[in-house]
């Protein structure tokens, strides 16, 4: 069938208008017209249609794709001026690009569309749209008070433009946001809003699920748990009929953050690892990290090291994308800043913006690949100290459970040094101060502060004096949850002009950041160290395990050298597997813990090396110890077995389970030892023992 431009048109003002559309069946109306478009040669329904087409793709998930024809699209409307299909092409992009991570480009690409609206399409009811689309890349960048102006500013104009629409998606955004910096009761006002005006306009059951999901968060937010369940639950549904899966991605995160608050913590894993296949596949950055975020919340609850330290590792891997993105957003803010187009009176300034960017670059570049906690303060203090002037800085870290500011550090005429740690209920604390109110402080002499709940300085540390009448401390964040605080101070009054202010907040932003993935690499370190250790273990007995004895001996053959001694006692329980036959498995695993008791006991001040070295086998090297104090050490070991009087009868000697034992003593010659020679010589030994009678240990010495 051939369409005519009227059933096109008919065809895209029904994707476009109508809401009760699913999203399949969208996209299946666009692809029919698709060859008749050809046949038309029209540029403005070719374009129109299949900006459509890309927007229903996105929506559904096919990210890349949809962003293939976008570009398509962008690049036709803006060479043919078709000026409405350009701007809206633009604000798509710009969404694309925001979802990637690309903030920069995103603000770009939103700004032409409202320079687009502003020159040609100024009765076009779109900027609120943009405006909250804006919004939406500083909420993404934490930035939510920042954010909560856009969407403020966005509904003023959406309601000024009757854009019902536009007004439902602002107060969306409004309402997760105002939660964000704990305006819980705006945060509602905003949901009840949002609901009244799902009943008085015929939206589809897309804008119906997205509330319904608004719903369950705020539910799960006052442990309402059943109510919590129910809209989410509904919101699924509706969300799972429309086809849209950007939306069914973030419920299913949601799921996982409601399991997680009911403690299901393996059902929220679930969830959450749901949710990042679906964010990997839609290469949406901000979304894939609130999935890691949340995966590696549920892990440690789990205490399962081995996955928590893999995905921690994409976190990491993540963050430095998003890092080098907030990179390149700072770099977009101040070049807005500086106009390009600078008046004469201006151009003082401009060489000192240029300066400020490249420094700030330089900083992030740095500043990112260090991991090392100490080294990074280090780095941090170096890298300002050679581009600004103050002469104090400090940098302490935040115990949201404790409610301590620790780890405190001031760097003062040319030094570092530790400071004592502080409540963050203390009135004389300017960090405290930060923290407690969460914003800001840029302030004239100390003791002249006119801050509410503030007490002067000498009331709370009534020895301490500060000389710095400029002080200038900021909250560093990290996933909009305070981790520690940020100070530069000058002795002289009025100490920062507006640039460096501005630059100073520019960096604290990386410093966060930089911090954030410092600690997470010395924990991650901590959580390998503790693997390392758990794939050591034999789990049974506690001691090391048989494949670290394969990596230990290695290690000790290389450091023997002319003149050294090393012994290898190896062991093993007499009529074992008659024990076993006689009292069980579950018996018998506990002798098998007597056993490595008594040879831990005996040999852990004298060598680390202990092992189970298979079954009911135990094996201990000893090195650079005299042949008679390893006797002496095998007969305690020997002794406390016997001394336990643990039950074996009619077959065990004495009725008792004992142990037989091989001592292999080694004098380094002419240092040919390998690692079959000391167990081998270690075995030979134990099977004299066993010949011998059992019971007992045989010691035999060799010169290799």
Same mark, same amino acid.
């Given at each position: ?138 909420? *993404?960048? %934490?930035? @939510?008070? #920042? $954010?909560?102006? /856009?969407?403020? =500013?966005?509904? &003023?104009?959406? +309601?000024? !433009? ?58 799960? *937010?006052? %442990?309402? @748990?059943? #109510? $919590?369940?129910? /809209?989410?639950? =509904?919101?699924? &549904?509706?969300? +799972?009929? !429309? ?64 996955? #928590?330290?893999?995905? /921690? ?392």
């Amino acid at each position: 069938m051939v369409y005519s431009i009227e059933q096109i048109n008919a065809i895209n003002d029904s994707v476009e208008k109508d809401e009760r559309i699913p999203q399949l069946e969208k996209l299946e109306r666009l692809e029919k017209i698709f060859p008749s478009l050809e046949l038309l040669s029209n540029d403005e329904l070719t374009v129109r249609s299949k900006n459509n087409y890309a927007v229903i793709l996105y929506n559904m998930g096919e990210a890349n794709k949809a962003k293939e024809i976008a570009l398509d699209v962008y690049k036709l409307a803006r060479n043919k001026n078709l000026y409405e299909l350009h701007m809206r092409s633009c604000n798509f992009l710009g969404n694309i690009s925001s979802g990637e991570g690309h903030y920069a480009l995103a603000i770009d690409y939103y700004h032409q569309a409202l320079k687009i609206v502003q020159e040609h399409l100024e009765n076009l009811n779109i900027r609120s749209n943009i405006i909250n689309n804006i919004g939406t890349i500083y909420a *993404n960048l %934490k930035m @939510y008070k #920042l $954010a909560v102006d /856009y969407y403020e =500013e966005a509904l &003023e104009l959406s +309601e000024k !433009e009757h854009n019902t629409k536009s007004t439902f998606l602002v107060l969306y955004n409004l309402a997760d946001a105002y939660y964000e910096i704990g305006e819980e009761d705006l945060s509602f006002k905003s949901l009840l809003k949002a609901e009244q005006l799902l009943e008085n306009n015929k939206f589809s059951d897309t804008y119906v699920g997205l509330i319904r999901l608004q719903r369950s968060k705020h539910h799960r *937010n006052f %442990k309402e @748990y059943n #109510l $919590a369940q129910r /809209y989410l639950y =509904e919101a699924m &549904e509706l969300l +799972e009929a !429309e086809a849209d899966y950007l939306g069914l991605a973030e419920a299913q995160l949601e799921k996982s953050k409601l399991e997680y608050d009911m403690e299901a913590f393996r059902e929220a894993y679930k969830s959450a690892f749901s949710a990042y296949n679906d964010a990997l596949e839609m290469k949406d950055h901000v979304f894939m990290r609130k999935c890691l975020v949340n995966i590696c919340k549920v892990l440690e609850q789990m205490n399962d090291t081995p996955k #928590l330290v893999a995905f /921690y590792k994409d976190l990491a891997a993540l963050d430095e994308k998003i890092f080098y993105n907030m990179h390149e957003m700072s770099i977009y803010q101040i070049k807005e800043k500086s106009n390009v187009e600078l008046e004469e009176s201006r151009y003082a300034y401009a060489e000192r913006l240029l300066n400020n960017m490249r420094f700030i670059h330089e900083v992030s570049q740095d500043i990112s690949k260090e991991l090392d906690y100490d080294s990074l303060i280090n780095l941090i203090i170096e890298k300002l100290i050679g581009f600004m002037s103050f002469d104090s800085l400090v940098i302490g870290l935040y115990n949201q459970e404790t409610r301590e500011i620790y780890n405190r550090i001031v760097f003062h005429r040319g030094e570092i040094t530790k400071s004592f740690n502080v409540s963050v209920d203390n009135k004389s604390s300017l960090a405290a101060w930060t923290i407690r109110h969460r914003q800001e402080v840029y302030t004239g002499l100390c003791s002249h502060l006119n801050l509410e709940d503030f007490e002067a300085l000498k009331i709370n540390f009534p020895e301490l004096e500060v000389p710095y009448e400029t002080v200038f401390y900021m909250p560093l964040y990290n996933e909009n949850r305070i981790i520690g605080v940020f100070s530069l101070q000058k002795f002289e009054r009025d100490g920062f002009d507006h640039y460096a202010l501005e630059m100073i907040r520019a960096i604290s932003s990386y410093i966060g950041v930089a911090i954030t993935n410092a600690l997470k690499s010395e924990k991650m370190k901590m959580l390998n160290l503790e693997l390392e250790e758990v794939s050591r273990k034999d789990s049974l007995s506690g001691l090391n395990n048989r494949k670290a004895l394969n990596d230990d001996l290695i290690e000790i053959i290389k450091t023997l050298k002319v003149g050294d001694q090393i012994s290898v006692i190896m062991c093993d329980i007499d009529y074992f597997k008659q024990y076993n036959d006689t009292y069980g498995h579950i018996e018998g695993d506990q002798v098998i813990r007597e056993v490595s008791q008594q040879i831990d006991v005996n040999t852990r001040r004298y060598s680390p090396y202990a092992y189970r070295y298979g079954g009911d086998e135990f094996l201990v090297i000893l090195p650079q110890l005299q042949s008679e104090l390893v006797q002496k050490i095998g007969a305690s070991i020997l002794d406390g077995i016997t001394n336990k009087s643990i039950p074996h009868q009619d077959i065990g000697i004495d009725d008792k389970v004992t142990i037989s034992m091989g001592i292999a003593h080694f004098t380094i010659k002419d240092n040919n030892l390998t690692e079959d020679l000391l167990l081998k010589d270690a075995d030979f030994s134990l099977y004299e023992a066993k010949r011998r009678g059992r019971n007992q240990f045989k010691m035999t010495y060799f010169e290799i």
